[in-house]
């Protein structure tokens, strides 16, 4: 699957943003779906996953409470719902698919197709 992220910018401390990952190639449904970030000199760190059918989430601690993962099937489209954002999640955040049902893992070697990143700048 080819996934294509997009939606970052620069945005205030307390502010909200909506980033898109549209998925081309395969089937969509079939995939389960997970954002990552990486900040500058940073390792890449999980921040949620859910399932293929879109009934099951999981988050960082980090982001649980502020951020929400969602997915329209029919579009082939997965989301990711930033609020109450925080200048530490100034980041180039990735969406990421593998193919299974459900993906619990939160490392990025266990995904294998990855969008291009998107930079989200939260200005203090």
């Known amino acids: 699957v080819q996934l294509q992220a997009s939606g970052g910018g620069l945005v205030q401390a307390g502010g909200s943003l909506r980033l898109s990952c549209a998925a081309s190639?395969?089937?969509?449904?079939?995939?389960?779906m997970a954002w990552f970030r990486q900040a500058p000199g940073k390792e890449r760190e999980f921040v949620a996953t859910?399932?293929?059918?879109?009934?099951?989430?999981y988050y960082a601690d980090s982001v649980k409470g502020r951020f929400t993962i969602s997915r329209d099937n029919t579009k082939n489209t997965l989301y990711l719902q930033m609020n109450s954002l925080k200048p530490d999640d100034t980041a180039v955040y990735y969406c990421?698919?593998?193919?299974?049902?459900?993906?619990?893992?939160?490392?990025?070697?266990?995904?294998?197709?990855w969008g291009q990143g998107t930079q989200v700048t939260v200005s203090s």
């Open positions: 990421a698919a593998t193919q299974s049902y459900y993906s619990s893992s939160r490392s990025p070697a266990s995904f294998g197709s």
């Open positions: 190639g395969r089937t969509f449904s079939a995939y389960a």
């Open positions: 859910i399932n293929s059918s879109g009934v099951r989430t």
